[in-house]
């Protein structure tokens, strides 16, 4: 995986670099070199599958940072390929073209985190979500507890519980002296 790193760092900016196992590695890249990476990896270096592309919501960076999960096969080598891209304006190169199946990734992002893929196949179709009208569910500012309080009718009968002190009855029903 050394010998990976310092091959991948003479063609593109890393700007850093984590090995995570000795057969797996972790790079960053600018994200308008990611794509560029990614191909570089399955057409030169045997990363032929793609695991999965994900996205992490750093809220207080005001970025989302994805990251693509590659692993070649015959070396049993995975290499994870990090970007940030802006939260403010979320949109990132398809790789569609590279993997069909990473259209389906892309759709989940769109819906959950809001990230574009312009070029991507149904982008704008409903995928998990069918019929939602809220903001991106899966964004760290999206308050689920106002949502549902917005959205859904209090039903006769139900209570709230403190998790803690519920737990406690349940678990040690016994101690009520506390």
Known sequence: MKTLLTNLKKR??????????????FVTVPNNQAVSLVTYLRDHEGF??????????????????????LNNPELKQDIGVRTLVDR??????SIHH????????????????????????RMEEPFILEGWDGPPP??????????????????????????AAYMKEKLYPEDDND
């Open 12 to 25: 593109h900016d890393i700007t850093a670099s984590k090995l995570q196992r000795n057969n797996e590695l």
């Open 48 to 69: 032929s599958h793609l695991v999965i592309l994900s996205a992490v919501d750093w809220l207080e960076e005001e970025v989302f940072q994805l990251t693509y999960l």
């Open 88 to 93: 403010n304006e979320p949109v990132m190169e």
């Open 98 to 121: 590279l993997w069909e199946h990473s259209a389906t990734y892309q759709r989940e992002l769109f819906e959950m985190f809001g990230i574009s893929f312009p070029t991507s196949p």
């Open 138 to 163: 899966y964004r760290r500012d999206f308050d689920t507890l106002k949502y549902a309080e917005e959205t859904y009718f209090p039903r006769p009968g139900r209570t709230t519980n403190d998790v």
